[in-house]
């Protein structure tokens, strides 16, 4: 039988480097494609030009954080063609009037200190253990470093604009996966019971010691659900 074509789509300042893990231990599950989340400024923007990406008929898509909103953008705009769903460290909810707020302010800080912005980013994705970690910093880093500012402000206004997918959740007909890490700060456990309650048939995961970037901080353990959820498609 054909492998599952993937959809994985990174979060903010992160890029192919944040699934690199999942790539490598899929490659018997599934053909993974990376989304590129840098180009467009509206989760709608990002979904289009992912979907665009896609070989034709269908697929399974996977998004982290700002990633999740776009997944689930994903399967709204192509939801004859997802057949499966995975929402991880991520939230259903439109963005608060206070967190838009904290944004631009941080994006204004970016235009003439984009390393202090990522220097206050790192201890809210990453466990206190992990920022200890210099192979798991250096990946964040380089990653936003690469992706720059001008990607980051565009970003950061399409995670403002976002929809409240919550009124949707119900229509997901599809295997879903919600996962996150237990210590979460930006986006708790909490968040992902909400969604995984809504979603018919949703399996919630919470994994230990891990903050916000779990393909990073806990590989294994996302792989080996990401897999269990794969085999789940065929069936």
Known sequence: M????????????CDRRLWQ?????LRHSAECIVADVSAADTIAGMAAAAIARMPPGPFAVAGLSMGGYVALEV????ASRVKGIALLDTNAR???AQA?????????????DFDRVVNALLPKLLLPAHMRDAKIVAVVKAMARDTGVAAYCRQQEAIIGRADSRPHLAKIACPALVLCGREDTLTPPALHEEMA???????????PQCGHLSPLEQPQLVTMNLVHWLSGLAR
């Open 2 to 13: 054909a492998k599952p074509n993937l959809l994985l789509v990174p979060g903010l300042l």
């Open 21 to 25: 893990a999942q790539v490598e231990g």
């Open 75 to 78: 399967a709204r705009q192509a």
């Open 94 to 96: 439109p963005d608060s």
């Open 100 to 112: 838009s707020e904290d944004r631009r302010r941080m994006m204004k800080i970016a235009e003439t």
């Open 197 to 207: 309650n809504a979603i018919p048939g949703a399996r919630l995961v919470v994994a």
